[in-house]
């Protein structure tokens, strides 16, 4: 699996951003599709993720403001971020992990897309 990640850059605090994710290569059914992210000088952490049936697991940090989706028939993931804090900032990551669960543990994603910079301003 291929994964390109896009739709990052410079917001302001409150505002919204929408992050993409496509995906080529193997059977993209077969996956479930996380984000990442990795503020400099912390671990890269969990966002959200969405298996092929449509549930979706999130991070607190980010329950009620950010939504995860994916359109299958695009191959293609979304992260729609609302509400946006200072703490947001880092470099974001799709990643696809093989099977239906909505797994949380970044050893379980077999696969990883390049970042994608987010950086929130006050």
């Known amino acids: 699996v291929q994964l390109q990640a896009s739709g990052g850059g410079l917001v302001q605090a409150g505002g919204s951003l929408r992050l993409s994710c496509a995906a080529s290569?193997?059977?993209?059914?077969?996956?479930?599709l996380g984000w990442f992210r990795q503020a400099p000088g912390k671990e890269r952490e969990f966002v959200a993720v969405?298996?092929?049936?449509?549930?979706?697991n999130y991070a607190d940090s980010v329950k009620g403001r950010f939504t995860i989706s994916r359109d299958n028939a695009k191959n293609t993931v979304y992260l729609q971020m609302n509400s946006l804090k200072l703490e947001d900032t880092a470099v974001y990551y799709c990643?696809?992990?093989?099977?239906?669960?909505?797994?949380?543990?970044?050893?379980?994603?077999?696969?990883w897309g390049q970042g994608t910079q987010v950086t929130v301003s006050s």
């Open positions: 990643a696809a992990a093989w099977g239906l669960a909505t797994t949380t543990a970044r050893a379980e994603y077999q696969y």
């Open positions: 290569g193997r059977t993209f059914s077969t996956y479930a």
């Open positions: 969405i298996n092929w049936g449509g549930n979706t």
